[in-house]
């Protein structure tokens, strides 16, 4: 499995979050399979995206294409950190 974990700041929550559902479609084409999103517990516009992907090679091409660009500055997106993960194990405990 292949999953990317993205830090960022966002200048208001509900904006952001408008964007980021409207772009589901564009997401899921793009190879996104399942996404969680959380927050800072006293940060409330610090947002960390964590999803599962078909492969890193298409998160990378997403995340690092022009369309993506312009969707973080419309969503009002500060300094994201993108950090590409795969797999090692998992469990239910």
């Given at each position: 499995m292949d999953y990317v974990l993205i830090?960022?700041?966002v200048k208001d929550y509900a904006a952001w979050k408008k964007v980021f559902d409207d772009a589901a479609e564009i997401r899921k084409n793009?190879?996104?399979?399942s996404y969680q999103l959380l927050k800072y517990e006293n940060r409330p516009n610090s947002i960390v995206h964590?999803?599962?992907?078909e492969s890193l090679s298409k998160a990378r091409a997403f995340f690092e294409s022009p369309?993506?660009?312009?969707?973080?500055?419309?969503?009002g997106v500060e300094s994201p950190e993108f950090i590409y993960l795969n797999q090692?194990?998992?469990r239910t405990l």
């Open positions: 830090i960022h700041a793009a190879g996104e399979q964590f999803s599962r992907w369309e993506l660009v312009r969707i973080r500055q419309e969503a090692l194990e998992a």
